[in-house]
């Protein structure tokens, strides 16, 4: 396992997604003797939860390499037994001393909830129609702090701000991962876990972060 603390974790995260924002990206741990030396195991300083979006590697924006990084991915980064299992993973028998959640800009999966919490809204496809279902409670709340009047009036979806839901969702996914993972939960307990909930920006390539669990 890593010897960070979740704060030196942190920090090796944003300094790398420093480099990438500045054009300065190292590229480290990708070559051959990197290959080699993990070949028997690894010891990934991070868990990442984001979205499958081809916009958004997360080795990429944090300037990471092989063995660096334990990255959970779907679309709309939403929390199933899969993503819950693969993470508990990741803190229980690899010892990441923080996981990253992050929503990012234009994320189809974040818009397709939007779209569809209209009630004129086309059905989607029913897996797709599962993805979405857990970011809905977002949009809900989103739409709530806006002051709509949501029992009022039907939903004009044009008035809905992207980037509110995909915080929304962020931070309910986190509290949703502290309920559900006595693992993930026991282990920001002990100090031995930082959660970090992120947005990432397509247009500069900046995460920013909205939600900390855990000393960073
Ligand atoms: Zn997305």
Redesign the pocket.
Known sequence: MTALTPAEAWAQLEAGNKRFVDGRAEHPHQDAARRAELEGSQAPFATVFN???SR?SSETLFDLGLGDAFVVRN??QVISESALGTIEYAVALLHTPVLVVMS?QN????RAAIDSSTPDADRLPPHIADVIAPIMPAVQRAVGAAGAQVDAAPIDAAQIDATEVAREHVQGTIGELLRRSEIVAQAVADGELAIVGCHYRLSDGAVTSHVVIGEV
């Not at 994320?107 to 974040?110: L, Q, R, S, V």
């Open positions: 979205c499958s979006d958004v679309a709309g990012h994320c189809g999966a974040i």
